[in-house]
């Protein structure tokens, strides 16, 4: 079923693209009103060229204009404000929802901002002000101020007509929020409540009491869990005396868990993220994204450069070896990464804590001991096989893989935690900094042991 709408999506995407490259705009402005908004943001962000997305963006309705122009990549929006008058830019602000006027302000640059500024009505621009200086990243900053607001003296008479009076302009309408005089918060309740509910009930009487809520300062990423956690369609965002300020949807939070998710992958990469697609990202761009932990890496490769120089006379007295290094440095990165990975999976899930630390470490050794036992057995037949006769020698080389994988899921296991406890990304020391440190140890006690058992 997916593959179908798949196959049609293209279908309808190669139309579209032949009638703009013969010029069959009377035939492309119609298609177009008929897509979904995504699907038209994705054609236009296809586009090749500047004037080709300004273009197409002109032959949208009105209705839909803003809705597009809301999921379009930062710099098509740049460059489509940048061919707008101030009238044609008043409208699109008009028609978007704050919490997505807010999300492009953030990527234009201070004299363009400026410019849409000017264009806003005064109370939308102070409302935005006030978004753009909550801090980055936080449940303020991604929330939207449109939402439908009851007040416990009214009735359910009352309320569905302001329902019907101010919907229009709310992203959400199913869900209400019941708030005093004062603007506190203080219940929530349906539109179905209140349709299967008597004209003169009051709001007070249907309303829940309970209501799970953030501030304006929560974490976005805590914001998002909560959503998986209670499953919620929306959450109230309150400020510090409890007034409702704003309101956060589960589409936000698809598009915080998806940006923290690309996030940590690139750290874990070793390398610095990005907000924008892999095919829109210049080749500079990644460069320089890629370039500083690199830098960092190959530096650090010094230390088991200077190990290895250390024990080059083992190396001459038993050239065998030699050829378990690479086999040991990469058994131990590899078990190094596969825990921190875990690791900081369940940090980021909230399923381990640093108080958890003891457990993790225990539990990391138990699973160590069973898995380097394994592999060393293992690893003693192959190298029989491969070397006869040193038996001795093979046996530094197996003491040495479970000893290494022992100490790679210690630090693997204890190096993120340690790094959540003071307030850094765990991702930070995943696979590639985890690698280096791995490696260096590895070689330690590699050489450790064969200076015990060995006669050299």
Known sequence: MELVMEEEKKMDTEALQEMYDERRYRELKPALAEMNEFDIAQFILDQDSEKAQVLIFRMLPKEIAADVFSNLEPDAQETIIGSMNDFEIREIMDDLFVDDAVDMLEELPSNMVKRVLKTVAPEDRALINQFLRYPEDSA???????????????????????????????????????????????????????????????????????????????????????????????????????????????????????????????????????????????????????????????????????????????????????????????????????????????????????????RVLWKEVRVSLMVGTILGAVNYIRLMFMFPGYYLESLVVSLTGVLTIVLANLIGGALPVLVSKIHLDPALVATPIMTTICDALALLSYFAIASLLLPI
Not at 187 to 203: A, E, I
Not at 237 to 259: P, Q
Not at 295 to 302: C, D, F, K, P, R
């Open 140 to 358: 303020g900053s991604i929330m939207t101020a449109e939402f439908i607001d009851l007040k416990e003296t009214m009735t359910v008479e009352d309320s569905i007509k302001r329902i019907r009076r101010i919907g229009e302009d709310a992203e959400m309408i199913y869900t209400c929020y019941v708030t005093d005089v004062r603007r506190h918060l203080i219940g929530v309740v349906t539109v179905k409540d209140l349709l299967l509910s008597q004209d003169d009930d009051m709001v007070t009487d249907l309303m829940d009491d309970d209501v799970i809520r953030v501030t304006t300062h929560t974490d976005q990423e805590d914001v998002a869990r909560m959503f998986s956690d209670y499953d919620l369609l929306a959450v109230p965002v309150v400020d510090g005396e409890n007034r409702l300020v704003g309101i956060i949807t589960v589409d936000d939070a698809v598009d915080v868990m998806e940006e923290e998710v690309t996030e940590d992958i690139a750290k874990m990469a070793g390398q610095l993220p990005s907000d924008k697609p892999y095919l829109r990202t210049s080749v500079f761009q990644i460069a320089k994204n890629r370039l500083p932990w690199l830098m960092v890496l190959m530096l650090s490769a010094t230390i088991t450069g200077s190990i290895l120089a250390r024990f080059e006379t083992v190396f001459a007295a038993i050239p065998m070896l030699v050829t378990c290094i690479p086999m040991l440095m990469d058994t131990g990165g590899n078990a190094g990464a596969q825990t921190s990975t875990i690791i900081i999976r369940s940090l980021a899930l909230k399923e381990v804590e640093f108080k958890d630390i003891l």
